[in-house]
């Protein structure tokens, strides 16, 4: 199993950058791909999931209305696209397989994820202010 992301840089806030998570070495219709960060210091969370056969999609606060996530099962690969970046938004990002994903909390809305597998090592992504 091989998870390679690619398309980080640096840009400018306010700006767009769209990664990519390459897959390999399993069946990629069967499971949930998930894009994750983590900022110098910081703990790594979660930013968004798709499921398997990108059926659902799901976003963290932060990045709801900014990010998307998307997938092309035919090239085995999965998509973060980003925009109106911002200096918070500056980390490591890593897509992984996640068994869970889905909303969850009393209002429904919370990102929830769980059972991470198969880590990428990870593309930087810089935005200045």
């Known amino acids: 199993v091989q998870l390679v992301e690619s398309g980080g840089g640096t840009v400018q806030a306010g700006g767009s950058l769209k990664l990519s998570c390459a897959a390999s070495?399993?069946?990629?219709?069967?499971?949930?791909i998930g894009w994750f960060r983590q900022a110098p210091g910081k703990d790594r969370e979660g930013v968004s999931c798709i499921s398997s056969r990108a059926t659902n999609t799901y976003y963290a606060d932060a990045v709801k209305g900014r990010f998307t996530i998307s997938s092309d099962n035919a090239k085995n690969t999965a998509y973060l696209q980003m925009h109106n970046l911002k200096p918070e938004d500056s980390a490591v990002y890593y897509c992984?397989?996640?068994?869970?994903?889905?909303?969850?909390?009393?209002?429904?809305?919370?990102?929830?994820?769980?059972?991470?597998?198969?880590w990428g090592k990870g593309t930087l992504v810089t935005v200045s202010s």
């Open positions: 070495g399993f069946t990629f219709d069967d499971y949930n």
């Open positions: 992984a397989v996640v068994i869970v994903c889905s909303y969850s909390g009393s209002s429904g809305d919370e990102f929830y994820y769980s059972g991470m597998d198969y």
